[in-house]
């Protein structure tokens, strides 16, 4: 057998095992600022043997002390039609920043962080290009928005091709309320975690996490810890690239840690070393949507996940615990 084929036998093999129930963790991040990219307000609720928990994160769009100033009109008019100006405006398929570009697709462009906003010249470049190759700007704009092959393959299907060009057309609109000079004000999410679970054993815990952009630059989290007494601990993000962060914070010593993220961002391996304790923890992250996968751990325990995406909202996780015990767990979320 061809190891390929090997290989994708023994994937499928371990993923019907964990459907079967043998799976893990639901909605646990090595760094609360990875909550930060999530597509909109999200809802948990969990049960295991050992407890329940319930979690909930709100985020709210605020103006920032940043502000766009416009070169090119048409630029501004598909920023505006893109994310209206939100510095991490994020959508469920994973399409970033003002310009909601792809990870894969600002690579393309040699753009290092999509969540930078002022990247006009090389936008203006790829339209240009594409204006060229098709002589017009309205089909350029449009290749942006479905893509090349996407709009090919619109183009020859009949009665879409007549709706092809409502992504242009309202670009044209928005073009006319901007002139150069003009400046505009950039707006960005703050995010708040509130989380509380109950164990059997009596043992409440309560938490309040808030996570806020530092410009383009990452993120910055704060998170109180609520038990026997009140822990504070601090989080800082740094965006290297768009498939790579990494982050250094104190929770009760010094942490340290990274993320390395695929060109689609649906996949990504992180790792977290908390020095004054020496403990490592991992986590991987593996989707093929509907389905996702998640593998997380330290030396002493492994959590395996899988679960269902409905509709890009709703989540359902099956989960198991291995270690000193063997806890099962099931959660639902709710993105919206």
């Known amino acids: 057998m061809p190891l390929r084929t090997e290989a994708k036998s023994l ?22 600022n990875q909550r930060y990219y999530e597509s909109g307000n999200t809802l948990e609720v969990g049960a295991s043997l050992e ?32 994310s209206n100006f939100v510095l991490h405006s994020i959508s469920s398929s994973y399409a970033l920043g003002v310009y909601q570009m792809k990870p894969f697709f600002a ?17 203006s470049g790829y339209l240009e290009g594409l204006q060229t190759k098709y002589g017009s700007l309205r089909t350029a704009l449009t290749i942006y928005h479905h893509g090349e092959s996407g709009y090919l393959s619109k183009q020859k299907i009949s009665g879409q091709s007549e709706m092809l060009f409502n992504y242009a057309e309202k670009i044209e609109g928005f073009q006319r309320q901007y002139s150069g000079g003009q400046k505009v004000r950039l707006k960005d999410y703050f995010r708040i975690g509130l989380e509380f679970s ?20 990452g993120t910055s989290a704060v998170v109180w ?13 740094f965006m290297i690239s768009s498939r790579f962060q990494i982050y250094a914070g104190y929770d009760g010593s010094p942490v340290i840690g990274c993320c390395f993220r695929s060109q689609t961002w649906r996949d990504s ?23 996702f996968f998640s593998l997380s751990g330290t030396v002493q325990n492994v959590a395996v996940s899988c679960g269902y995406i409905f509709n ?5 996780v099956f989960g198991l615990t291995c270690g000193a015990f063997f806890s099962p767990s099931l959660a639902v979320k709710a993105v919206f």
Request: a negative charge.
């Open 269 to 291: 391996l992180s790792i977290r070393y908390d020095i004054g304790n020496q403990e490592l923890f991992w986590e991987g992250r593996f989707e093929m949507r509907p389905w």
């Open 51 to 82: 407890g329940l928990s319930f979690f909930m994160s709100p985020r709210f769009l605020l103006p920032t002390v940043w502000t766009y100033p416009v070169k090119d009109p048409l630029i501004a008019a598909l920023i505006k039609t893109e």
């Open 107 to 123: 690579s393309d462009l040699g753009i290092w962080n999509p969540f930078f906003p002022w990247n006009e010249k090389k936008i």
């Open 225 to 237: 810890t609520i038990a026997d007494s009140i822990r504070m601990a601090l989080y800082q993000e």
């Open 312 to 316: 890009n909202q709703y989540h359902i």
């Open 11 to 32: 994937l499928l093999l371990a993923m019907g095992f964990v459907l079967l129930g043998v799976c893990g963790l639901s909605g646990a991040f090595l760094f609360p």
């Open 198 to 217: 109950a164990s059997m054993d009596g043992n409440n815990l309560g938490q309040l996490i808030v996570i806020a952009p530092t410009a383009w630059f």
